[in-house]
């Protein structure tokens, strides 16, 4: 206000000012919202992983990193890590080649009825997470589940899908189920826009279907699949629902600190470490944004 | 395909049928085939009026909690999508960079944080403690920044300007219509993310009255285990039932319009 007063702006000085006001118009308010609900968290989080709780004597002491060395010594920690590190090393590659598979069937219109597919198929999305875990949990119960008429079929317990060697199987599925349709429909919407003269040009030079999806759609959708990727990693990293709801029908198999999620969350809620579980929680998500970013730039290095 | 229609459709079709039968009957019946009774109505009936019918309750609250949160979240962001999309102004790369940074970063980092922070702010077990952080959809305003980029030609702005529109009319009588598409389908996952909420609504509140649809029924889920076990597991499914429909009417009504939507929405990428 005061600049406006002294010395009269030039006009393109003044044109730049109304459009730099005009712009926070509209992205204040979403600007705000956002400060409170993803900034202020995040640096309260950073506050509370320089303190520690003293047990007996009550109050906080400013530890420095000393959480963070803590955190990175921590065997339940990195059991969490490793554990959800090698659900997303399985699980993600499944869900996403059948998510393209799919994608790539109903787009080439051989199949009839594409677009009641691509509905059933993206069916799952539309479920409550928490209702899909219940769902699958009752399938897997050894009291009245699927699984329990299965292994009455067969005479003997050879499906136990809530014991130990089988739980993170028995997980992925439930998060392979939930997810291949909005996977599906990221790649199926990308495929809608490849230029038909491309697929044209392939089908021309003597390209069979297989063909065209390798050397014309596949690259050409290569944008949605980076995406995909990360959002998937993203979501793996943060598993919490289904381990969570699951717990209830296994909590032998299931600890606490099954996944980093569920470790940050117990050690709020149950433990009172609230110091530590920001600092637990600040870990992984630099762990999450880093690896995010490198797959995001391995993704674009490719499409060069 | 056909298999993986089967994969998928399979469960959906077990939940459905077990919506149907009594308690025993859940117990003693092979799951894909109905039980002896067809309790389906009774079953629904039950839902609504256990526990002093808190499920209505429940309900009650989702709504509040979607129409509040996923409103406000389609409104903020697409105002602020179209504001990156069509204006130049200090701080705009700014905003793009933390957002997008915000879509790597989410859940695991801030919810446990967020709910200390709120806790301090005396916002737990509150509505607003799950209706604030509902509002940001860093995912729609990218959409929509995207959508506006393609949709929303400068040249029509610059008409509305000559006839003296103002920035707010233009995007009220102008831009809105256009990007009708874009905003159907962030609406439609914000409200999809709103309903189906689990993870934050569980770590804000801790009084049942409050509790969304998804708290609720696993809290019914979770007192069949324990000393005092009350299994209600008829409810839990039936309760399922009914907290799948709405979504599923939703997406099926507004088919093409989101479609089209996240079309428009991926060709930038």
């Given at each position: 206000?005061?600049?406006?007063?002294?010395?009269?702006?030039?006009?393109?000085?003044?044109?730049?000012?109304r459009?730099?006001r005009?712009?926070?118009?509209?992205?204040g308010?979403?600007?705000?919202?956002?400060?409170?609900?993803?900034?202020a968290?995040?640096?309260?989080?950073?506050?509370?992983?320089?303190?520690?709780?003293?047990?007996?004597?009550?109050?906080?002491?400013?530890?420095?990193l000393?959480?963070?060395?803590?955190?990175?010594?921590?065997?339940?920690?990195?059991?969490?890590?490793?554990?959800?590190?090698?659900?997303?090393?399985?699980?993600?590659?499944?869900?996403?080649?059948?998510?393209?598979?799919?994608?790539?069937?109903?787009?080439s219109?051989?199949?009839?009825?594409?677009?009641?597919?691509r509905?059933?198929?993206?069916?799952?999305?539309?479920v409550?997470?928490?209702?899909?875990?219940?769902m699958?949990?009752?399938i897997?119960?050894?009291?009245?589940?699927?699984?329990?008429?299965?292994n009455?079929l067969l005479?003997?317990?050879?499906?136990q899908?809530?014991s130990?060697?089988?739980i993170l199987?028995?997980?992925?599925?439930?998060?392979?189920w939930?997810?291949?349709?909005?996977n599906?429909?990221?790649?199926?919407?990308?495929?809608?826009?490849v230029?038909?003269?491309?697929?044209?040009?392939?089908?021309?030079?003597?390209a069979?279907?297989?063909?065209t999806?390798?050397?014309?759609?596949?690259?050409?959708i290569?944008g949605?699949i980076?995406?995909?990727?990360?959002?998937?990693?993203?979501?793996?990293?943060?598993?919490?629902n289904?381990?969570?709801?699951?717990r209830?029908?296994?909590?032998?198999?299931?600890?606490?600190?099954?996944?980093?999620?569920?470790y940050a969350?117990?050690?709020s809620?149950?433990?009172q470490?609230y110091?530590y579980?920001?600092t637990?929680?600040?870990?992984m998500g630099?762990?999450?944004?880093?690896?995010?970013?490198?797959?995001?730039?391995?993704?674009q290095r490719?499409?060069? | 395909?056909a298999?993986?229609?089967?994969?998928t459709?399979?469960?959906?079709?077990?939940?459905?049928i077990?919506a149907?039968?009594?308690q025993p009957?859940?117990l003693?019946?092979?799951?894909?085939?109905?039980?002896?009774?067809f309790?389906?109505?009774d079953?629904?009936?039950q839902?609504?009026?256990?526990?002093?019918?808190?499920?209505l309750?429940w309900?009650?609250n989702?709504?509040l909690?979607?129409?509040?949160?996923?409103?406000?979240?389609?409104?903020?962001?697409?105002?602020?999508?179209y504001?990156?999309?069509?204006?130049?102004?200090?701080?705009r790369?700014?905003?793009?960079?933390?957002?997008l940074?915000?879509?790597?970063?989410?859940?695991?980092?801030?919810?446990v944080?967020?709910?200390?922070?709120?806790?301090r702010?005396?916002l737990?077990?509150?509505?607003?403690a799950?209706?604030?952080?509902?509002?940001?959809?860093?995912?729609g305003?990218y959409?929509?920044?995207v959508?506006a980029?393609?949709?929303?030609?400068?040249?029509?702005?610059?008409?509305?300007?000559?006839?003296?529109?103002?920035?707010i009319r233009?995007?009220?009588?102008?831009?809105?219509?256009?990007l009708?598409?874009?905003?159907?389908?962030?609406?439609?996952?914000a409200?999809?993310?709103?309903?189906?909420?689990?993870?934050?609504?569980?770590?804000m509140?801790?009084?049942?009255d409050?509790?969304?649809?998804?708290?609720g029924?696993?809290q019914w889920?979770?007192?069949?285990?324990?000393?005092a076990?009350?299994?209600?597991?008829?409810?839990?499914?039936?309760?399922?039932?009914?907290?799948?429909?709405?979504l599923?009417?939703?997406?099926?009504?507004?088919?093409?319009?989101w479609?089209?939507?996240?079309?428009?929405?991926?060709?930038k990428?």
């Amino acid at each position: 206000m005061t600049s406006t007063v002294g010395s009269p702006p030039m006009r393109a000085g003044a044109r730049g000012r109304r459009q730099h006001r005009r712009g926070w118009i509209f992205v204040g308010p979403f600007a705000v919202v956002f400060a409170l609900t993803f900034l202020a968290p995040l640096a309260y989080a950073f506050g509370l992983s320089l303190f520690r709780d003293q047990a007996f004597f009550g109050g906080t002491v400013f530890v420095g990193l000393g959480n963070y060395t803590q955190a990175l010594a921590d065997a339940n920690f990195w059991a969490a890590f490793l554990r959800v590190l090698l659900f997303l090393a399985v699980q993600v590659p499944i869900m996403l080649v059948l998510a393209l598979v799919a994608a790539f069937a109903i787009d080439s219109a051989r199949l009839h009825a594409a677009g009641f597919f691509r509905m059933v198929i993206f069916l799952p999305y539309a479920v409550p997470g928490v209702v899909a875990v219940l769902m699958w949990g009752f399938i897997y119960g050894d009291h009245f589940g699927l699984a329990a008429d299965l292994n009455h079929l067969l005479g003997q317990d050879a499906v136990q899908p809530l014991s130990d060697n089988w739980i993170l199987t028995s997980i992925g599925n439930i998060v392979t189920w939930e997810f291949v349709g909005y996977n599906m429909l990221i790649f199926y919407s990308a495929l809608k826009v490849v230029p038909p003269d491309q697929i044209e040009a392939a089908a021309i030079d003597g390209a069979g279907p297989l063909r065209t999806i390798l050397s014309v759609k596949l690259p050409a959708i290569r944008g949605a699949i980076v995406v995909a990727t990360i959002f998937s990693i993203i979501g793996s990293f943060q598993l919490f629902n289904e381990p969570n709801i699951l717990r209830t029908l296994a909590p032998n198999v299931i600890t606490t600190y099954f996944t980093p999620n569920m470790y940050a969350y117990n050690l709020s809620f149950s433990g009172q470490q609230y110091n530590y579980s920001a600092t637990v929680a600040i870990v992984m998500g630099v762990i999450t944004a880093v690896i995010a970013y490198a797959v995001q730039l391995r993704g674009q290095r490719k499409e060069r | 395909m056909a298999l993986y229609l089967l994969y998928t459709l399979i469960p959906l079709a077990w939940l459905v049928i077990s919506a149907t039968k009594t308690q025993p009957d859940l117990l003693s019946t092979p799951g894909l085939s109905f039980g002896g009774v067809f309790a389906l109505f009774d079953n629904i009936g039950q839902t609504f009026t256990y526990n002093n019918g808190i499920f209505l309750r429940w309900l009650g609250n989702t709504v509040l909690y979607v129409v509040v949160g996923a409103g406000g979240a389609t409104v903020l962001a697409t105002a602020a999508g179209y504001g990156l999309a069509k204006y130049r102004f200090r701080g705009r790369r700014a905003v793009f960079a933390v957002v997008l940074g915000a879509i790597a970063v989410p859940g695991t980092a801030l919810a446990v944080p967020t709910f200390l922070l709120f806790s301090r702010l005396g916002l737990t077990d509150t509505p607003l403690a799950v209706i604030i952080p509902s509002l940001i959809s860093p995912f729609g305003l990218y959409l929509i920044w995207v959508y506006a980029t393609d949709a929303i030609p400068d040249e029509m702005m610059e008409a509305a300007r000559i006839d003296g529109a103002g920035e707010i009319r233009i995007f009220l009588a102008v831009t809105l219509r256009q990007l009708a598409p874009g905003i159907v389908t962030v609406a439609l996952f914000a409200v999809v993310a709103t309903w189906n909420n689990y993870f934050l609504p569980l770590i804000m509140l801790s009084d049942p009255d409050w509790y969304p649809l998804t708290v609720g029924l696993n809290q019914w889920n979770a007192q069949a285990i324990g000393a005092a076990a009350q299994p209600v597991y008829h409810l839990v499914i039936t309760g399922s039932v009914l907290t799948i429909i709405p979504l599923v009417i939703a997406f099926l009504f507004l088919q093409r319009f989101w479609q089209s939507g996240l079309t428009a929405g991926s060709v930038k990428q």
